[in-house]
């Protein structure tokens, strides 16, 4: 009887070792690698809005966020409207701080600021934004 515990046990043990090892290889198919499995995933990613969402600025405001995760400077794209804006990146070690401002002809007017990221890994890339209300 005590044999029988023992092989069963080992027995539940080598399948949770199995499922385990399946589970972890590639982060459930989020990794960037095709096959391998050997490049991980991290997500690039915009936080710190300012102005926050919905808040009310006049035009030509400035705003910023921060960005992480993204493969430089060069891969940090904003636009308002389908129209690319001028932006200043500062490299904060961990992140880049993105400053822009709005342009002077908007006005009465809900925008969104669009940002596109590109990570060093191609699945891992980010589109966000957030809306501003632009008053007169």
Not at 10 to 20: A, Q, T
Not at 21 to 35: K, M, N, V, Y
Request: glycine share 14%; hydrophobic share 35%.
């Amino acid at each position: 009887m005590q044999a029988l515990k023992i092989i069963s046990a080992l027995i539940v043990l080598s399948f949770c070792n199995i499922s385990w090892a399946q589970s972890t290889g590639g982060h459930g198919g989020h990794g960037g690698g095709s096959g391998g499995g050997d490049v991980s995933c991290i997500k690039a990613k915009m936080s710190r809005f300012n102005p926050e969402h919905m808040t009310s600025v006049a035009p030509g405001s400035e705003f910023s966020f921060a960005a992480s995760g993204t493969n430089g400077p060069g891969h940090i794209h904003v636009s308002i409207k389908q129209q690319p804006i001028d932006v200043t990146i500062e490299d904060k070690d961990t992140f880049y701080l993105v400053k822009g401002k709005l342009p002077e002809d908007i006005k009465n007017s809900v925008v969104r600021i669009s940002v596109q990221l590109k990570s060093k890994v191609g699945k891992c890339d980010a589109e966000g934004g957030w809306l501003l209300k632009v008053t007169e």
